[in-house]
């Protein structure tokens, strides 16, 4: 009786904790959710760009790359418009949370600073890889970002895959991982994980990276050969599995 009694109080302040919560961030926590995504799919977007440029990035006997910063802004705001309906351009006029405004506008600037930075290893004709692919655009812009806010973003991978030791992922991302098995970028959808952890204290997002066929180049066949970089290739297949962008926003 007396363990049914305490069972009974235990379930009853669990209740009253998610109450007390759910009053005290109100929607916070929906808004700082909906952040996570939209900053997640600013940082894709950036390497989706870099990625549709990577033949001209790469190519040697070519001094004018003519991938500069204001292309490279011109085609992110593109391709975020196009996967998520806002326009960057017009912030302060979208229909955004009002706390991922300033944290867009920042990530668009640390993106931007990124490619900045390469230029003059762009026109370097002796240079067949020139350090600038998705992965490296991803992972300096991320620090970049994180640098100057209080969001953790980071591109990241099962352990398997990781190439780069700064994108070895937490114990919630290796958890992460395993719950995209099933997602494929074939089925044309990509599987988000959004929720909130620490007893709703904290916003969690990762959003999953398909092996396309431009990533099949330094990721594909055949398995063990040095790729550009000089990695060895992991011998994947388009649709498969090969990293995330994960983003945590602390609610206060």
């Known amino acids: 009786m007396k363990k049914h009694r305490f069972q009974l109080l235990v379930a009853m302040a669990l209740f009253t904790l998610a109450v007390l919560s759910s009053r005290l961030f109100g929607g916070q926590q929906e808004d700082a959710l909906e952040t996570a995504r939209l900053l997640a799919i600013l940082l894709d977007s950036g390497r989706v760009t870099v990625a549709k440029h990577q033949d001209l990035i790469n190519a040697q006997n070519q001094t004018d790359k003519k991938f500069t910063p204001e292309l490279f802004e011109q085609e992110v705001l593109a391709e975020f418009q196009r996967q998520t309906g806002v326009a960057l351009n017009s912030l302060e006029d979208a229909t955004v949370p009002a706390m991922a405004k300033p944290l867009l506008a920042q990530l668009l600037r640390d993106s931007i600073g990124t490619i900045h930075s390469y230029q003059p290893v762009l026109s370097l004709p002796a240079m067949r890889y020139k350090g600038l692919i998705p992965a490296t655009f991803g992972t300096e812009t991320a620090a970049r970002f994180q640098k100057f806010s209080q969001i953790y973003l980071k591109q990241t991978a099962p352990d398997h895959l990781v190439r780069n030791l700064k994108n070895k992922p937490d114990d919630y991302e290796t958890a992460a991982f395993g719950r995209f098995v099933d997602s494929s970028s074939a089925s044309g959808k990509r599987q988000l994980i959004s929720e909130l952890v620490d007893g709703g204290r904290s916003a969690r997002l990762m959003l999953p990276l398909y092996y396309e066929s431009s990533c099949l180049a330094c990721h594909g066949e055949p398995k063990g050969e040095r790729d550009i970089s000089g990695y ?15 983003v945590m926003i602390p609610l206060k």
């Open 232 to 246: 060895a290739r992991e011998g994947g297949k388009e649709g498969d599995l090969g990293g995330a962008i994960s």
